[in-house]
């Protein structure tokens, strides 16, 4: 059964296929001759063409709605030159049978438009050339190159504007794609309205050619075929001047159009709309004008009619109230309905929770607002980057806002809602550390560290100088808010890394391996499994982002267990090149803590009793005589430069982390296990109960 419509595929074919075989009959127009009827059918076509073109650059708002414009000059072009081209050989095989030898689209435009003068007629097509070539073409294509040339300059300013709005959670990454497109694709624009106004130079000069061409041969084919020197040369100079003004007048307006479209982008606006707002906008220089024709009409000589009606109308412009301008995105937010506060609408807005949140008091604002100099977006931008390299993990944009019932330099970070660090500035001072415990005492007001506790001082600004030639190191409000963030995203890593963001790592990674995840979840392990696998990591800051390894390490001992304590431990032996070089020297050895063997003995009796249920609870005397032992170890540890960490035996590493985890964060746990074998182990201390022992 035969259906009257055709399928989308079929639809879809067609489209594809019109223009490409338009172009080639454009082109087939140069060598195949065309009857009179046609060529008059392809001149209106032209004609449509370049109107349709100009009024579409006169209404659009944005240069991007029209993006195809440079190739609509290029194939205007090409229409142009190929009806030449054809009306040029009828006017040479057949100017001497008439004036309607080439159509009778040349042949009225030849006597109507220039009354049939042929010297007027080459007189107004040779203004038209210049006005085109000279005025609106040189000009329009000065326009594009300075545009293009800002557009480029000025594609990392608004590129880094992007990142901070989708740092700050304004926009989503999706939009900050598009938004990024839309600038290359106006820088490209630009660079494509230079190059079009090439077309058009050459089109004018190809215009003056074939002009000559038409009448110089024309009257000689004219004499050969009997006519005399006189009715050649007005026949051939009318047809050649109809030729030519046919082919102009829409070269004028595609030129126009260009102009148009390259010089409006800074309106923002429809050009009408925007000229009309604006030349009649001000009422003062509308009712001056009106003066001033008044005063021409009444001049000696002057004509009174015109001066005095245009001053009339004038007047009676200024006199009405200038509307305000409308803004057409604020109509829209007009448009859409308040939610009205309390309803579903309301209270659904209000559940979803940031990830990541700084609040700020309002001293704090000019460090956050780009546009009073704040450059926290840029540097939270720069820590997002560092912490996929340190730890593998993408952390989520930070929402940043004010909240009034801080103090006024006073800042908060939350995590899901709930606060997990503070700190407060002092407005008009800077921090001022001594990282070598050496310097000597500063004027200022005592502090610690936000980030990691160490005592500090609040210097005056004029004092930086002198506070960092004493051996300080001096930061601002920015810096201290921006290490502190660092700080509590590496302290807080596994509980931002969730499933979604497990889920993205798995899309980045599957884009070059895409196999290695589909083999492992959910077919070995679940994705809940490898979640809390990677979280037990992260906990103890080792990085996942070597996903390779790790999730060949899954597929391998998930045939053996599914148990994910066992599993992480397991998996960061695997990584043992990894941990080493987080911990060792420059002169290529580890300096570490090592435990008494009655420690590690108490451990594995303790390990044993729990695993047969007989009690495992460690003496309580002896656990404070061990933590206050790590405590003052790993302080020594910090304050001689060295990343805290001890090692033990791995069947007790795992105990001894739990143990340590409250009393000293920031001692990493290792076994010997997770050690190169070629790393030489410095003991920096050994930890018994009671005194550490040197």
């Given at each position: 059964?035969?259906?009257?419509?055709?399928?989308?595929?079929?639809?879809?074919?067609?489209?594809?296929?019109?223009?490409?075989?338009?172009?080639?009959?454009?082109?087939?127009?140069?060598?195949?001759?065309?009857?009179?009827?046609?060529?008059?059918?392809?001149?209106?076509?032209?004609?449509?063409?370049?109107?349709?073109?100009?009024?579409?650059?006169?209404?659009?708002?944005?240069?991007?709605?029209?993006?195809?414009?440079?190739?609509?000059?290029?194939?205007?072009?090409?229409?142009?030159?190929?009806?030449?081209?054809?009306?040029?050989?009828?006017?040479?095989?057949?100017?001497?049978?008439?004036?309607?030898?080439?159509?009778?689209?040349?042949?009225?435009?030849?006597?109507?438009?220039?009354?049939?003068?042929?010297?007027?007629?080459?007189?107004?097509?040779?203004?038209?050339?210049?006005?085109?070539?000279?005025?609106?073409?040189?000009?329009?294509?000065?326009?594009?190159?300075?545009?293009?040339?800002?557009?480029?300059?000025?594609?990392?300013?608004?590129?880094?504007?992007?990142?901070?709005?989708?740092?700050?959670?304004?926009?989503?990454?999706?939009?900050?794609?598009?938004?990024?497109?839309?600038?290359?694709?106006?820088?490209?624009?630009?660079?494509?309205?230079?190059?079009?106004?090439?077309?058009?130079?050459?089109?004018?000069?190809?215009?003056?050619?074939?002009?000559?061409?038409?009448?110089?041969?024309?009257?000689?084919?004219?004499?050969?075929?009997?006519?005399?020197?006189?009715?050649?040369?007005?026949?051939?100079?009318?047809?050649?001047?109809?030729?030519?003004?046919?082919?102009?007048?829409?070269?004028?307006?595609?030129?126009?159009?260009?102009?148009?479209?390259v010089t409006r982008t800074a309106t923002g606006d429809q050009l009408g709309r925007a000229l009309r707002t604006?030349?009649?906008?001000?009422?003062?220089?509308?009712?001056?004008?009106?003066?001033?024709?008044?005063?021409?009409?009444?001049?000696?000589?002057?004509?009174?009619?015109?001066?005095?009606?245009?001053?009339?109308?004038?007047?009676?412009?200024?006199?009405?109230?200038?509307?305000?301008?409308?803004?057409?995105?604020?109509?829209?937010?007009?448009?859409?309905?308040?939610?009205?506060?309390?309803?579903?609408?309301?209270?659904?807005?209000?559940?979803?929770?940031?990830?990541?949140?700084?609040?700020?008091?309002?001293?704090?604002?000019?460090?956050?607002?780009?546009?009073?100099?704040?450059?926290?977006?840029?540097?939270?931008?720069?820590?997002?980057?560092?912490?996929?390299?340190?730890?593998?993990?993408?952390?989520?944009?930070?929402?940043?806002?004010?909240?009034?019932?801080?103090?006024?330099?006073?800042?908060?970070?939350?995590?899901?809602?709930?606060?997990?660090?503070?700190?407060?500035?002092?407005?008009?001072?800077?921090?001022?550390?001594?990282?070598?415990?050496?310097?000597?005492?500063?004027?200022?007001?005592?502090?610690?560290?936000?980030?990691?506790?160490?005592?500090?001082?609040?210097?005056?600004?004029?004092?930086?100088?002198?506070?960092?030639?004493?051996?300080?190191?001096?930061?601002?409000?920015?810096?201290?808010?921006?290490?502190?963030?660092?700080?509590?995203?590496?302290?807080?890593?596994?509980?931002?890394?969730?499933?979604?963001?497990?889920?993205?790592?798995?899309?980045?990674?599957?884009?070059?391996?895409?196999?290695?995840?589909?083999?492992?979840?959910?077919?070995?392990?679940?994705?809940?499994?490898?979640?809390?696998?990677?979280?037990?990591?992260?906990?103890?800051?080792?990085?996942?982002?070597?996903?390779?390894?790790?999730?060949?390490?899954?597929?391998?001992?998930?045939?053996?267990?599914?148990?994910?304590?066992?599993?992480?431990?397991?998996?960061?032996?695997?990584?043992?090149?990894?941990?080493?070089?987080?911990?060792?020297?420059?002169?290529?050895?580890?300096?570490?803590?090592?435990?008494?063997?009655?420690?590690?003995?108490?451990?594995?009796?303790?390990?044993?009793?729990?695993?047969?249920?007989?009690?495992?609870?460690?003496?309580?005397?002896?656990?404070?005589?061990?933590?206050?032992?790590?405590?003052?170890?790993?302080?020594?540890?910090?304050?001689?430069?060295?990343?805290?960490?001890?090692?033990?035996?791995?069947?007790?590493?795992?105990?001894?982390?739990?143990?340590?985890?409250?009393?000293?964060?920031?001692?990493?746990?290792?076994?010997?296990?997770?050690?190169?074998?070629?790393?030489?182990?410095?003991?920096?201390?050994?930890?018994?109960?009671?005194?550490?022992?040197?």
């Amino acid at each position: 059964m035969n259906s009257a419509v055709k399928p989308p595929e079929r639809q879809s074919i067609a489209a594809d296929l019109a223009v490409p075989l338009a172009l080639i009959g454009i082109v087939l127009m140069m060598v195949v001759p065309l009857p009179g009827f046609l060529i008059d059918m392809m001149l209106a076509i032209s004609l449509a063409a370049s109107i349709g073109v100009f009024l579409i650059g006169l209404f659009m708002e944005q240069a991007l709605e029209f993006s195809s414009f440079p190739a609509v000059i290029l194939v205007a072009t090409l229409l142009r030159l190929s009806l030449n081209v054809a009306t040029t050989r009828m006017i040479l095989l057949k100017g001497h049978e008439g004036h309607g030898a080439a159509g009778r689209v040349v042949e009225a435009f030849g006597r109507i438009v220039v009354g049939g003068n042929v010297v007027v007629g080459l007189v107004v097509f040779l203004i038209l050339v210049v006005i085109n070539f000279v005025v609106i073409t040189k000009g329009a294509g000065r326009v594009a190159e300075v545009a293009a040339r800002f557009a480029l300059d000025g594609m990392p300013g608004k590129q880094m504007a992007i990142d901070q709005d989708l740092n700050a959670g304004a926009i989503s990454p999706e939009i900050a794609r598009d938004r990024r497109r839309a600038i290359e694709r106006e820088a490209d624009f630009f660079g494509a309205m230079d190059g079009a106004s090439k077309f058009v130079k050459g089109d004018a000069i190809a215009g003056l050619l074939i002009t000559a061409i038409n009448l110089i041969g024309g009257l000689l084919i004219g004499l050969a075929n009997g006519m005399t020197l006189a009715s050649a040369a007005e026949t051939f100079s009318i047809l050649s001047v109809g030729d030519a003004l046919v082919s102009q007048v829409p070269a004028l307006l595609i030129s126009t159009a260009a102009g148009i479209v390259v010089t409006r982008t800074a309106t923002g606006d429809q050009l009408g709309r925007a000229l009309r707002t604006q030349l009649l906008g001000s009422r003062r220089a509308v009712a001056a004008t009106a003066g001033v024709l008044t005063l021409f009409a009444l001049l000696p000589g002057m004509p009174l009619v015109p001066f005095l009606l245009l001053g009339t109308v004038l007047g009676l412009v200024a006199r009405k109230e200038p509307k305000p301008a409308v803004d057409p995105n604020a109509e829209a937010a007009n448009e859409k309905p308040a939610v009205k506060p309390g309803s579903a609408e309301d209270i659904d807005t209000a559940l979803p929770l940031d990830i990541l949140a700084l609040e700020v008091g309002y001293e704090l604002v000019h460090a956050v607002d780009p546009q009073m100099g704040g450059n926290l977006v840029d540097r939270i931008s720069a820590l997002r980057k560092q912490m996929a390299l340190d730890l593998g993990i993408v952390i989520p944009p930070v929402h940043i806002r004010d909240n009034l019932q801080l103090p006024p330099g006073a800042y908060r970070f939350l995590l899901l809602g709930t606060e997990v660090a503070r700190g407060t500035t002092r407005a008009g001072r800077l921090l001022a550390m001594d990282p070598s415990g050496s310097a000597p005492p500063i004027d200022g007001e005592a502090t610690k560290d936000p980030a990691f506790g160490t005592p500090a001082r609040w210097v005056l600004a004029r004092d930086r100088e002198y506070a960092e030639a004493l051996g300080y190191t001096v930061v601002d409000h920015t810096t201290v808010i921006a290490t502190h963030l660092s700080e509590m995203v590496r302290t807080n890593a596994h509980n931002v890394l969730g499933r979604a963001e497990l889920q993205h790592l798995f899309e980045v990674f599957s884009r070059t391996t895409p196999k290695l995840v589909e083999d492992l979840v959910p077919n070995l392990l679940s994705l809940g499994e490898v979640l809390r696998v990677f979280r037990n990591m992260l906990r103890e800051s080792v990085s996942i982002r070597d996903l390779r390894s790790i999730l060949e390490g899954l597929m391998e001992l998930a045939a053996t267990t599914r148990d994910t304590e066992q599993l992480t431990e397991m998996i960061r032996q695997r990584l043992s090149r990894q941990i080493t070089a987080a911990f060792t020297g420059s002169d290529g050895s580890l300096s570490a803590l090592v435990l008494d063997a009655p420690v590690e003995e108490m451990f594995r009796r303790s390990l044993r009793e729990i695993a047969s249920g007989t009690g495992g609870a460690i003496d309580p005397e002896l656990a404070r005589q061990l933590g206050l032992s790590l405590e003052a170890a790993v302080k020594r540890m910090m304050q001689s430069g060295r990343p805290p960490c001890v090692i033990t035996s791995p069947d007790v590493r795992r105990y001894l982390r739990a143990f340590a985890e409250r009393r000293c964060p920031e001692l990493s746990v290792l076994s010997f296990r997770e050690l190169e074998p070629e790393v030489s182990i410095r003991p920096f201390e050994t930890i018994g109960f009671g005194k550490a022992a040197a």
